[in-house]
């Protein structure tokens, strides 16, 4: 597969350039999917200087997703992605990255449990974030009316190596949080 887009990272595009996607998929053998992608173009954002020209710069990434039934009940799964800034011709790339596994065990059609955990560095302040973060989720899937009706309770706790969540009402920040979701999908 291979396009062309506006912009990414955003609703409205911040420049007049188009950037390039592509990905590759495999099948290796029954139940393991591989799937390869990548973006580019010059989309960081604030390319244009102050007489609205645009400069020269290009953000990529490269991306890993895979998945493989260990059996009917058990499948596991890998996502890791590398990104590259660079603005300006003589300037230095900034990188950011991040690795996501995860598991998930099926009891019955209408019970599932899955473990998800994650790092994403962003120390360079690629990503405008600068710093690094890990986290863990642990969820379930409740399937009803034969799978076209589903409850997703979910419990989170990101770190980070700065203060980067809003703890209380008074915008006060922490390096921590514990989250506590519920998705309906009907």
Same mark, same amino acid.
């Given at each position: 597969?291979?396009?062309?887009?506006?912009?990414?990272?955003?609703?409205?595009?911040?420049?007049?350039?188009?950037?390039?996607?592509?990905?590759?998929?495999?099948?290796?053998?029954?139940?393991?999917?591989?799937?390869?992608?990548?973006?580019?173009?010059?989309?960081?954002?604030?390319?244009?200087?102050?007489?609205?020209?645009?400069?020269?710069?290009?953000?990529?990434?490269?991306? $890993?997703?895979?998945?493989?039934? @260990? /059996? #009917?009940? %058990? =499948?596991? &799964?890998?996502? !890791?992605?590398?990104?590259?800034?660079?603005?300006?011709?003589?300037?230095?790339?900034?990188?950011?990255?991040?690795?996501? $596994?995860?598991?998930?065990?099926? @009891? /019955? #059609?209408? %019970? =599932?449990? &899955?473990?998800? !955990?994650?790092?994403?560095?962003?120390?360079?302040?690629?990503?405008?974030?600068?710093?690094?973060?890990?986290?863990?989720?642990?969820?379930?899937?409740?399937?009803?009316?034969?799978?076209?009706?589903?409850?997703?309770?979910?419990?989170?706790?990101?770190?980070?190596?700065?203060?980067?969540?809003?703890?209380?009402?008074?915008?006060?920040?922490?390096?921590?949080?514990?989250?506590?979701?519920?998705?309906?999908?009907?």
């Amino acid at each position: 597969m291979a396009g062309v887009v506006n912009g990414w990272d955003g609703i409205t595009d911040n420049n007049n350039s188009k950037s390039i996607i592509a990905q590759a998929s495999f099948l290796p053998l029954d139940g393991f999917e591989i799937y390869l992608n990548w973006m580019g173009g010059n989309e960081e954002p604030n390319t244009n200087n102050s007489k609205g020209v645009e400069t020269d710069a290009f953000l990529q990434i490269f991306d $890993l997703t895979s998945s493989f039934d @260990i /059996n #009917d009940h %058990l =499948s596991l &799964g890998l996502n !890791g992605s590398f990104g590259s800034n660079r603005i300006g011709k003589d300037s230095v790339n900034t990188n950011w990255g991040g690795i996501a $596994l995860y598991g998930n065990y099926e @009891i /019955n #059609d209408f %019970l =599932s449990f &899955g473990i998800r !955990g994650e790092i994403f560095d962003d120390t360079q302040e690629a990503r405008n974030i600068k710093a690094y973060y890990e986290g863990i989720t642990i969820s379930s899937t409740i399937s009803l009316s034969e799978g076209t009706f589903l409850i997703k309770p979910e419990f989170r706790i990101d770190n980070a190596s700065k203060d980067i969540y809003y703890k209380g009402l008074n915008n006060n920040v922490t390096n921590s949080q514990s989250t506590i979701g519920l998705s309906v999908i009907g």
